[in-house]
């Protein structure tokens, strides 16, 4: 089953660019012919000259990016871009996601619908949709919300994972707030899941786990694509019955999306340190299951700083949870993903415990647990957690609080205005994204 | 590949625009000569437009080594000038040759696959920059309701020598609040420092410092202009200007700031729309210095008073939002360090605390390792107008050579007070933000959901 990934703006360019390249590496590197076949099947196809091709759609307003991470993939040697998988026009969004949604989407949307199709139709089987974008920009928020709803229409029974990257808390574009806040809120009806990598935590990993001095964008997306590509690659689920799963986005959406108003997603993995100091360390399942077990529940989205003196409170306390109140994150469902060495005998009792999820779901419902012998991206034991829990909750109270003040006094409104949405739909955006945080805020 | 439009007009207007083209060749032949590929280069000078009422400047061009750039198609002239007068500009000329300016623009518009914005350069104390400027202004609104209109607008200093500078100022002010989408002020009296600075630094240096020569800031050596004449010094730094706000459609980075990505983020409301801009490093030293500290020292200087194009002081007033436009080898990381060590001094609007807009563009200017332009929506711009209001005022109250105005054709007295009270609403707009400075702003209230 093949999965279509459709890079929308700079950052959905580059984050795929980054993401093929692992991928194939872990591919091609590894010498389990079943997992490779299953890997390359899943996201390339090979050409009549055995090249391999990604599946692929590439779009962006203004032309060098595109260009940049086609000539990058073609470097690599390994693989590379479809020669005409790519839309790209003369000028960018200019930041501005209603010129993206209102203006340039619709005007392009044939264009981006044929490329779109070339790509399923060379899918024998079409596992689902991955559209990779940031929400601070024009194009990849504006277009790509609009695009999404394109392949909502046009392929309504396909699933549709969004992946997201949410920008610096101190700012890379002045209206990153409205332009966050008008995607997620459209993004929500549209979308099967929401998952979501935040710069900030993304740059702490680079300089504190990986030790990398001089952070560049190019080191953020590496380890943006190391983690979804622990996400995305071959395993064994519970549904699979001893061989690779073929549908890993529906089984990914039946882990995890249970509820339609709980949608965001967090991912955190473990290992992650700089590849110099991977020769030199041990791992064991245990300490690593119990560390990611900590960050979960003390939201604390990297192995690092981790706050040992949180743990679920006992089952007797009543009363809601807030946001302010504890620092204990509560779980909706979990999809724990292992890959290694001796993965068969790994103990995942403690993602198990009732206390860590709401009393919706029992939590053996609640806890997925996918597996795969291969060790992945050069750990010799990994583990991946991808989260639906109240991880994201603070980040997003955030965005919606600075995008509201700035509304509050009508700042930069004029120039949505102008390309067609009015303040009805930023009130209806910001009433949208209040339930979602309501929600979240409300687990227990 | 977006191209603009560079629309100069009068004397001051040209002589900067000159010494944009003149940097923008040497930049892209430094570049080409690495082996990158540059196909701005071929269609880059078709899309200038050069205006002015007096045939010197213009002529003197056709005769210097751009001649081969420039068409005489793109040329606009006349012979007698517009005798430092506001109205003549904008009125006379504006009128007599609405449709041969229109004709030119439309036919650089068609030159340009995709047209991205129009920069227009002029001066505001005179009365061909001034007033033809700002009627080119409109009229660009009028034809191309669509694309950005950015302009770099030189005012004059107190000390100017045109006795009516204030008037033409202030009456073409309103213009520009009313029709442009940016204006970057650029004060003369600021560039003098600059430059009387960059050149204390080449006398006066310490031993082992030797200023680089080759640098595009400090000199015009190495353009094709072979002789650098008095006001040369200082349009090298307005040109330099244009060069880093255009680098990130011209070369590659990794994070891109297009020019409609400006406007966009620096301007909440239509009207305050003018934004101080600040360049580092203005020299380089030729000595090894640790590369981190050179480069937040850059980071440091672009907030410091001395490195902005008007004479304001920014970190004492309010800032509503504040662009980075990083060149060279700079990753996000510098970025991210400075803008935290640097944010905690800078006051900033309540509705806008992070309100950064950043940009990398991997490819330096020449002569540098790395440079920095700041483009500050703040409202140090104040004093500046207010200054400008009481000058104006001072002749305007003895009605001093008033009748020059009104002796033109089509000019009302009502426009000086119509200008004047535009000047004032905008003034009062920034007054009233400054309010808000020590204020503590609480969160407005959030919409509450009913569960």
Redesign the interface.
């Known amino acids: 089953m093949s999965v279509v990934t459709v890079q929308l703006g700079q950052c959905g360019n580059q984050v795929g660019q980054e993401l093929f390249d692992v991928m194939c590496s872990d591919a091609r590197d590894v010498h389990r012919k079943t997992y490779s076949a299953v890997s390359c099947e899943r996201f390339f196809r090979q050409t009549t000259q055995g090249a391999l091709e990604a599946r692929a759609v590439l779009i962006d307003m203004e032309p060098k990016v595109i260009n940049h991470s086609m000539s990058k993939a073609a470097k690599s040697g390994r693989w590379r871009y479809g020669e005409t998988s790519h839309f790209s026009q003369k000028q960018g969004s200019g930041n501005n996601w209603a010129n993206g949604y209102c203006v340039l989407g619709p005007r392009h949307r044939d264009a981006v619908e044929e490329l779109v199709r070339r790509q399923v139709e060379h899918c024998d089987m079409l596992a689902g949709f991955i559209p990779i974008m940031s929400v601070a920009g024009g194009t990849g928020s504006g277009v790509g919300t609009f695009i999404t709803q394109c392949l909502r229409d046009v392929y309504p029974s396909s699933f549709v994972l969004n992946h997201l990257t949410w920008p610096y808390g101190t700012g890379e574009v002045i209206v990153q707030n409205y332009n966050s806040v008008l995607t997620l809120a459209h993004l929500y009806q549209l979308s099967d899941a929401i998952l979501v990598h935040e710069n900030d935590i993304v740059h702490k990993i680079c300089s504190q786990l990986l030790k990398i001095k001089q952070i560049s964008f190019s080191d953020i997306n590496r380890v943006i694509a190391h983690q979804l590509g622990g996400v995305l690659q071959p395993t064994l689920t519970p549904a699979s019955c001893g061989a690779y799963s073929r549908h890993p986005i529906g089984e990914l959406m039946s882990a995890l999306a249970c509820h339609p108003e709980y949608k965001l997603l967090s991912v955190c993995t473990i290992p992650q340190m700089a590849s110099s100091s991977i020769a030199f360390s041990t791992f064991s399942w245990p300490a690593l299951l119990k560390h990611l077990r900590q960050m979960l529940i003390s939201n604390s989205k990297m192995e690092g700083g981790i706050d040992w003196q949180v743990c679920p409170p006992p089952a007797s306390a009543g009363g809601s949870r807030s946001l302010s109140a504890g620092s204990f994150n509560t779980s909706l469902a979990n999809l724990l993903i292992l890959r290694g060495k001796d993965v068969y005998s790994a103990e995942t009792g403690g993602f198990e415990d009732p206390a860590i999820y709401t009393s919706w779901l029992p939590p053996d419902e609640a806890l997925s647990l996918w597996k795969s012998p291969v060790p992945f991206n050069k750990y010799e034991k990994s583990a991946t957690l991808v989260s639906n829990s109240q991880a994201l909750l603070r980040p997003l109270d955030d965005m919606v609080r600075k995008a509201w003040n700035m509304f509050a006094s009508r700042a930069y409104i004029h120039q949505y205005i102008k390309f067609g949405i009015s303040e009805e739909d930023f009130l209806d955006s910001f009433t949208s994204l209040e339930q979602v945080i309501s929600s979240y805020s409300e687990l227990q | ?2 191209q603009s439009v560079v629309v100069q007009v009068g004397q001051c207007g040209n002589q900067v625009g000159c010494r944009f083209w003149d940097l923008a060749l040497r930049e892209h032949a430094h570049v080409n000569k690495r082996g990158l590929y540059d196909e701005a280069l071929s269609s880059f000078f078709r899309n200038a437009v050069l205006i002015d009422m007096e045939e010197g400047v213009v002529h003197g061009i056709l005769q210097g080594p751009l001649r081969e750039v420039f068409d005489s198609a793109q040329l606009l002239t006349d012979v007698s000038g517009s005798g430092n007068n506001w109205a003549v500009g904008n009125l006379t000329y504006g009128s007599a040759y609405r449709d041969s300016i229109v004709n030119k623009l439309r036919k650089a518009a068609e030159h340009c ?2 047209l ?1 914005c129009f920069f227009l350069i002029h001066s505001m104390g005179g009365g061909t920059g001034s007033g033809l400027g700002t009627r080119v202004l409109s009229l660009l609104e009028e034809e191309f309701p669509d694309v950005c209109r950015i302009v770099t607008a030189m005012y004059p200093s107190a000390e100017d020598d045109v006795i009516t500078s204030p008037y033409n100022s202030v009456l073409a002010m309103r213009e520009l609040t009313e029709h442009a989408d940016c204006v970057l002020p650029v004060e003369n009296q600021s560039l003098v420092d600059i430059v009387n600075k960059i050149s204390l630094m080449s006398h006066d240096a310490k031993p082992g410092c030797v200023l680089k020569k080759e640098s595009t800031v400090t000199s015009g050596q190495g353009g094709v202009s072979p002789t650098e004449r008095p006001f040369d010094a200082m349009n090298n730094i307005v040109a330099n200007l244009l060069l880093n706000i255009t680098s990130s459609s011209r070369f ?1 980075g ?3 700031m ?1 020019l ?2 400006i ?8 009207r305050l729309h003018y934004l101080v801009p600040s360049l580092t490093p203005l020299y380089t030293l030729a000595d090894v210095n640790i590369p981190t500290r050179r480069l937040d020292q850059m980071f440091s200087d672009a907030f410091s008073k001395e490195h902005q194009l008007i004479r304001a002081d920014p970190k004492h007033s309010l800032y ?2 504040c662009a980075l436009m990083v060149r060279g080898n700079v ?4 970025l ?1 360090r400075n ?2 060590r640097l ?1 905690p001094s800078l006051p900033f609007v ?9 940009g ?1 563009c991997s490819v330096p200017p020449v002569g540098h390792a790395h440079s920095l332009l700041a483009l500050a929506n703040n409202t140090c711009v104040k004093p500046t107008f207010m200054e400008l209001r009481d000058r104006f005022t001072k002749l305007y109250k003895k009605k001093a050579h008033l009748h020059h105005y009104l002796h033109v054709d089509g000019m009302e007295q009502s426009a000086f007070s119509e200008a004047l009270s535009s000047l004032s609403a905008l003034i009062e707009e920034y007054h009233h933000l400054d309010a808000t400075k020590a204020r503590l702003i609480p ?2 209230p ?4 009913a ?1």
């Open positions: 590949m977006t696959d995709c991205q590659d990794s994070l891109n297009d409609n990505e406007a966009n983020n620096l301007v909440p409301f239509p509503l939002a990753q996000v990381s510098d991210r803008i935290e944010r309540s509705w806008n605390q992070e309100g950064w807009k950043t990398l969160d407005a959030r919409l509450s959901i569960r």
